[in-house]
């Protein structure tokens, strides 16, 4: 899920640190990764199952890490992030996320590959209203293949 609220905080940071900015990652929370190949997905099918869940407000909250490998941004609150990774998880079980690597898969933005200690505003407020699929070239970049809207946000 993009989280273009971020950039201007993290844009920076990310391309220093983090190889998959480099490549055209934007920054992000990751719902599911990875995924089908997206020649094999039913677009239709993907749609729908983003399509019963509602847009959200949140807040990146805090600056957290993975061991001393990962240096993060925590979304609050993080029940949308964990619902909809449940959700696509339950519906695409023979693509476990990260592999299968990890029980609870927990909501992140990924700021680098390393622990950093950045001076940041926080908390950065933001909204999601779509899931991104994300697409691999063949030159190792990737892009945007769709957006998938979520229900109109309830004010």
Do not use: K, N
């Amino acid at each position: 899920m993009e989280v273009p609220e971020a950039e201007a905080a993290v844009g920076a940071l990310r391309l220093e640190h983090d190889p998959m900015a480099r490549l055209g990652v934007p920054a992000h929370v990751t719902i599911h990764f990875p995924f089908a190949p997206p020649e094999t997905v039913d677009q239709t099918a993907v749609a729908d199952m983003f399509a019963a869940h509602s847009a959200f407000a949140f807040e990146l909250a805090s600056v957290e890490y993975f061991d001393d490998d990962v240096t993060f941004l925590a979304p609050r609150p993080d029940r949308p992030f964990r619902e909809l990774i449940e959700a696509s998880r339950a519906r695409w079980p023979e693509y476990p996320p990260y592999d299968g690597a990890f029980t609870d898969v927990v909501p992140h933005l990924t700021v680098g590959l390393a622990r950093l200690e950045p001076a940041l505003e926080l908390p950065i407020p933001c909204v999601a209203r779509s899931v991104t699929l994300l697409e691999e070239q063949a030159d190792a970049r990737w892009r945007v293949r769709r957006r998938y809207r979520l229900q109109a946000l309830v004010a």
